[in-house]
């Protein structure tokens, strides 16, 4: 993202604040207005002439760099590891940990380790989970029974 004095091109195409197109002018123009208004001016493409630009919040830029950038980034796989026999604060602190991974757009893949018969135990553990992160992130999979775990995994 292109900003202010580093735009290079002779004349840009401005849309002003609330959307509305305010016409083709000259750089050293729109840079005056920008600073006018206290806000900066943002080139979005450079493929065209004139390059189109924005009049942007001085914070907002910045905030819109980094959701563009979060969103570019391939999701990561975090893999969290429950037992079936979780206290109510550690279950907790887990969900929390779970909606912070899933808010940053990565992929949650829990696992529930499983003993002896606690099959019906961990399902029912994932289940709830599930219910509890609906807003958060859904199921890739189904809740997955193998020998000794049970495994899901859930998108952003």
């Known amino acids: 993202m292109i900003k202010n004095e580093k735009i290079k091109a002779a004349e840009v195409e401005v849309t002003g604040i609330d959307g509305e197109d305010l016409?083709?002018?000259k750089t050293a123009e729109a840079l005056a207005l920008a600073k006018k208004l206290k806000v900066?001016?943002?080139?979005t493409s450079l493929m065209s002439?004139?390059?189109p630009c924005r009049?942007?919040?001085?914070?907002?830029?910045?905030q819109e760099a980094a959701a563009e950038k979060?969103?570019?980034r391939e999701p990561k796989i975090k893999e969290i590891r429950l037992t079936p026999h979780i206290e109510e604060h550690d279950y907790d602190t887990?969900?929390?940990q779970m909606e912070r991974i899933l808010k940053s757009g990565d992929i949650v893949k829990l696992v529930v380790k499983i003993q002896k018969k606690e099959g019906d135990l961990a399902k029912s553990l994932l289940e709830g989970l599930i219910r509890d992160l609906k807003e958060f992130g859904t199921p890739k999979t189904g809740i997955q029974l193998s020998?000794?775990?049970?495994?899901?995994?859930?998108m952003p």
Not at 55 to 62: F, N, T
Not at 147 to 154: I, M, P, T
């Open 49 to 51: 002439s004139p390059p």
């Open 94 to 96: 887990k969900k929390t």
């Open 55 to 62: 009049l942007v919040g001085a914070g907002a830029a910045k």
């Open 40 to 43: 900066d001016l943002v080139c």
């Open 147 to 154: 020998g000794k775990q049970a495994v899901v995994e859930l």
């Open 70 to 72: 979060r969103k570019s």
């Open 23 to 25: 016409g083709v002018m």
